[in-house]
């Protein structure tokens, strides 16, 4: 099973951007689907975006499209989140994911690895 560990949260402002990265090891990154997700305070974890194997095709949730995006480098068995104009509402625990059977999924309990989380804050 693959281990994921992500970085690059921090406290931000509203409109600011912001790239995170999730480092995998111990399995073949490039056979993984990979997606974030993230949990705002007090409420429960939800779907971000996903990306392909190959890393051809994306999937965002409605609130992020057009300011997120979602890319990997498998030579370096990286996945990122590139967010940008972000907004007070973007504040949560960043959580990266990886399955072996879909990117098109929305749901948690089809990711079985998870990263520790990075925290992004962003003031108004």
């Known amino acids: 099973q693959v281990q994921l560990v992500e970085s690059g949260g921090g406290l931000v402002q509203a409109g600011d951007s912001l790239r995170l990265s999730c480092e995998a090891s111990?399995?073949?990154?490039?056979?993984?689907?990979m997606g974030w997700f993230r949990q705002p305070p007090g409420k429960e974890r939800e779907f971000v975006g996903s990306?392909?194997?190959?890393?051809?095709?994306?999937y965002y949730t409605d609130s992020v499209k057009g300011r997120f995006t979602i890319s990997r480098d498998n030579a370096k068995n990286t996945v990122y989140l590139q967010m940008n104009s972000l907004k007070p509402e973007d504040t949560g625990v960043y959580y990266c994911?990886?399955?072996?059977?879909?990117?098109?999924?929305?749901?948690?309990?089809?990711?079985?690895?998870w990263g520790q989380g990075t925290q992004v804050t962003v003031s108004s």
């Open positions: 111990g399995g073949t990154f490039s056979s993984y689907y």
């Open positions: 994911a990886a399955n072996r059977r879909t990117y098109y999924t929305v749901r948690a309990t089809d990711y079985n690895s």
């Open positions: 990306i392909t194997r190959s890393g051809d095709t994306t």
